[in-house]
């Protein structure tokens, strides 16, 4: 199979699907992403950092969906190599809260590494959630993480990352 570009190759890979939030469905649509993207991507290690990044992202977006739904979007673009993995809720004020908190503390932190150490130390003593997820999705992989807010209290969280593609993305 040859690696180079082909103009069939050159479209978005996307995805995107609401679903009711039950926590016993993250797997499934996690394992339905992770084959979908098997066919667009070359990199083994990229889709393995796809897999994580959807599942913590889904989790969230389930534990703390007030409204019965989640929506999941995905895209890659191939020019670029830029997988987007987006996810939505409508959270509670205080999860919103505690969300755009983390994701400061983790854009203001330089080291990856350094700040997963540290909310592992401090999820030993939380009572509940180990409130590692994010750091995860971070630190082991590399996804950058930011949010953006949707029409009356809802809520983005978008994760991003450069994984190589494969050229034969229409077969
Ligand atoms: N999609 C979201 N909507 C609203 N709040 C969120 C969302 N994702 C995360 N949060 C908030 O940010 C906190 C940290 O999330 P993170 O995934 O790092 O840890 P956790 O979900 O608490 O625990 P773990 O993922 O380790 O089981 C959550 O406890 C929640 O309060
Ligand atoms: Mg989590």
Do not use: C
Not at 1 to 14: G, I, N, R, V, Y
């Amino acid at each position: 199979m040859s690696q180079e570009a082909s103009p069939q190759s050159l479209f978005k890979a996307f995805i995107d699907l609401t679903f009711a939030p039950s926590l016993r469905l993250v797997p499934v649509v996690r394992e339905f992403v992770t084959k979908f993207y098997e066919k667009v991507f070359a990199d083994q290690d990229g889709l393995a950092r796809l897999e994580v990044t959807a599942h913590e992202l889904l989790e969230n977006a389930v534990k703390n969906s007030t409204d019965g739904a989640t929506r999941l979007k995905i895209d890659y673009d191939p020019v670029r190599w830029i997988l987007t993995i987006r996810t939505l809720n409508y959270p509670t004020a205080d999860n919103l809260d505690v969300l755009q908190q983390n994701i400061h503390d983790l854009q203001a932190s330089s080291d990856a590494d350094a700040y997963y150490q540290m909310v592992l130390a401090r999820s030993v003593k939380a009572a509940e959630g180990s409130g590692l997820g994010l750091a995860r999705v971070w630190a082991e992989a590399g996804f950058t993480i930011r949010t953006e807010m949707e029409g009356v209290g809802g809520v983005w969280v978008i994760a991003e990352s450069r994984i190589r593609g494969r050229a034969e993305v229409a077969s």
